[in-house]
C-alpha cells in the first residue's frame, strides 16, 4: 500500500465526451505524476505537477490537462475523448525522485 | 532521447528456478533505475531502485545492480516462486528540463509466469 488513491477505479465514455480522473497524493507528497498505460505496454509520461504549478509535459496533446490542489491532490482532464484513449490512467506521487503508484483507473472510450 | 529496452517475454519458470530479466538503457547524464512490479489488475509497485553506478538493489529476494560500462540494470532472483508472477518494468528516472523533479521512462514490460 503506497497511500495514494486514485478515483473512479473504471470509466466507460464515449467518443467526444470530457473526463475527469482524481488523484490523493501520499501525506507529505508534493509532487504528483499522470502516466497512460495502453494495453500490453509500459506506462508513457503525462505530465507532472509540483507545488500547484505543471513541471513537465510528455508527448500528449493540449486536451489532456491537468491540476493540482494546495492539498497536492490532482486531476487530469481528457477533452474530446478518441478511442485511443482507452487505457489505464495511472497516478503517482512523491517527495522527490522515487514516484510512489496508485492502483489506477481504467477508461474505455467507445 | 532516453530509453529502456527489457527482454522480450513472457517468461514461463518452474517454482525454486532462477529468474534473470534483462534491462539496458539509453540516457544522457546519470540517471537513478527501477525496477517495478504489476500484479494483475493493479498498479504499479516499487520493487527495487539504485541510484549511482555500481549501486545493487535489492527487495524480496530480488536483485539489480546498476553497470554504467554496459548500460545496463539487469533483474535477478535465485529461486521464483509462484506469487512472482507479474509483469516486471523497468525504469529509469531523468531530471525534467529546468526543474528539481523527475519524470519516469520505462521499458515495455516482461510478464513473468511461474509454475508450481
Known amino acids: 500500500e503506497t497511500g495514494v488513491t486514485q478515483s473512479p477505479t473504471h470509466l466507460i465514455k464515449t467518443r467526444g465526451q470530457q473526463v475527469t480522473l482524481r488523484c490523493s497524493s501520499q501525506?507529505?507528497?508534493?509532487?504528483v505524476s499522470w502516466y497512460q498505460q495502453a494495453l500490453g505496454q509500459g506506462p508513457q509520461f503525462i505530465f507532472q505537477?509540483?507545488?500547484?504549478?505543471?513541471?513537465g509535459r510528455g508527448n500528449f496533446p493540449p486536451r489532456f490537462s491537468g491540476l493540482q490542489f494546495p492539498n497536492y491532490s490532482s486531476e487530469l482532464n481528457v477533452n474530446a475523448l478518441e478511442l485511443d484513449d482507452s487505457a489505464l490512467y495511472l497516478c503517482a506521487s512523491s517527495p522527490g525522485e522515487t514516484q510512489y503508484f496508485g492502483p489506477g483507473t481504467r477508461l474505455l472510450v467507445l | 532521447g532516453n530509453s529502456v529496452t527489457q527482454m522480450e517475454g513472457p517468461v514461463t519458470l518452474s517454482e525454486e528456478a532462477f529468474l534473470t530479466i534483462n534491462c539496458t538503457y539509453t540516457a544522457t547524464g546519470y540517471p537513478s533505475l527501477f525496477w517495478y512490479v504489476q500484479y494483475p489488475g493493479e498498479g504499479l509497485q516499487l520493487l527495487l531502485k539504485?541510484?549511482?553506478?555500481?549501486d545493487k538493489g535489492s527487495n524480496k529476494g530480488f536483485e539489480a545492480t546498476y553497470r554504467k560500462e554496459t548500460t545496463s540494470f539487469h533483474l535477478e532472483k535465485g529461486s521464483v516462486q509462484v506469487s512472482d508472477s507479474a509483469v516486471y518494468f523497468c525504469?529509469?528516472?531523468?531530471?525534467?528540463?529546468?526543474?528539481?523533479?523527475?519524470?519516469?521512462?520505462f521499458g515495455k514490460g516482461t510478464l513473468l509466469t511461474v509454475n508450481p
Open positions: 505537477y509540483y507545488r500547484e504549478e505543471e513541471n
Open positions: 501525506s507529505g507528497h508534493n509532487t
Open positions: 539504485a541510484t549511482k553506478a555500481d
Open positions: 525504469a529509469l528516472s531523468d531530471r525534467n528540463s529546468g526543474g528539481s523533479n523527475y519524470k519516469l521512462t
